[in-house]
């Protein structure tokens, strides 16, 4: 505590407004393009595959980190307003250099009403 | 994971190399005065205890996050050399007003080389 | 731009609106105890003076940030509502290790509404 | 102070290690597609056109900051290393969605050694 919201496959989740939910609050990390080694590497993370979350002011996404296993690689942070005060996807594309051959990408997206929400890991292989 | 590392007592710890580890990475919560409702309460959070920490520019506390509950209240971000690249207690204090009956601390500190440690929870009573 | 808006004492402002417009987005920067070379000092700041700053939801301070000169020591951020959506005096206690024989400090602080204000400096001189 | 140092073109530089000390601090704003009133726009910004910053733990591009006017939009900060301690354009790819018929983009690097950068502002109309 705080809780880690962990991402759970929406297909398993009975309910409309829980898929809503756990879709919206959690981060997807796409990997643009192949790693090779000690070339730059463009990483997305997004909030929400299939739903949208508010951007009002007193419920937005604050902030969206990035890490290699344990290690914070970059973050994001957030001011609401900045998506219009729409419903949206949160979303922020970092760039990283892989130095080893195998990353274990995983971020957290943290929701000022309903806290800290952790993607599931991406495994990059990272080519010599 | 990131694996969310928690304070272990470290009396309960035999291998000096662990107590110090654990205690050095660990946040600890201390309220400065008596929380009122509606009223300002300074929150320090000092990373730890008896054993202090590197500033070194490739292992330093790079940041403090303070929660109640689920509830990012404040953070504090930190640049390495700011304590001297010495051994040190890094530290915070931060200011809040308390609006409800109880709150439940939490304090999260980020190490660079050793990741997300998190402190035992405090329980603070509001008086109104 | 973005503009930097500076401190201007308010003494010889004429216009009560621009006096608490001035001072509530202010930072001020307070130096605990005596600076002593590698010892640990605590440097507070505090948004306003005399006068207090909204915490709504789309009108608050959502950081204080603190230089020596050219070089950020720390930053903390803040989430609107943990002054309990009261005007308040946004503040913070950094801790800080000088290493040299003076420090010009100088604060940032950020307004979600009326941008970016800056201290008026402070020169602090560090004993051996 | 600190400082805002503002973007010069360095075409204007004679002297090559001030072209290069200017370019790799200077953030750029690249807009990607046409902005549309409401819809979502990508923004990206990466410091340094024709040469690249250090990625060195004592000497590292903290953060990149994004401004319409005075007003933030969004920020990252990075932790030396993610980009292999190899010279780099550190860079982002924020995402807004604008609301009104112009913006006015600057964005703000900070190194750890060479203090704030401002981009020079990117004017952009928006479509309805």
Redesign the interface.
Same mark, same amino acid.
């Given at each position: 505590?705080? =809780?880690?919201n962990k991402y759970v496959d929406i297909d398993t989740v009975e309910r409309e407004s829980k898929k809503d939910l756990i879709d919206r609050h959690s981060p997807f990390i796409t990997v643009l393009g192949d790693a090779k080694k000690?070339e730059?590497l463009?990483v997305n993370v997004r909030m929400g595959q299939e739903y949208t979350h508010p #951007?009002?002011? #007193?419920h937005f996404i604050?902030s969206i980190t990035l890490?290699n296993?344990?290690? =914070?690689?970059?973050?994001? +942070?957030?001011?609401?307003?900045?998506?219009?005060n729409?419903k +949206?996807?949160?979303?922020?594309?970092?760039?990283?250099?892989?130095?080893s051959n195998k990353l274990?990408l995983?971020a957290?997206g943290?929701c000022?009403k309903?806290?800290?929400w952790e993607s599931t890991?991406v495994v990059v292989e990272v080519a010599e």
């Open positions: 505590m705080p =809780k880690i000690s730059m463009s #951007d009002d002011f #007193d604050e890490f296993g344990e290690t =914070k690689l970059a973050a994001a +942070s957030f001011i609401p307003g900045t998506l219009g729409e +949206s996807h949160a979303e922020v594309t970092f760039n990283i250099r892989p130095m274990n995983i957290h943290y000022t309903h806290g800290i890991p």
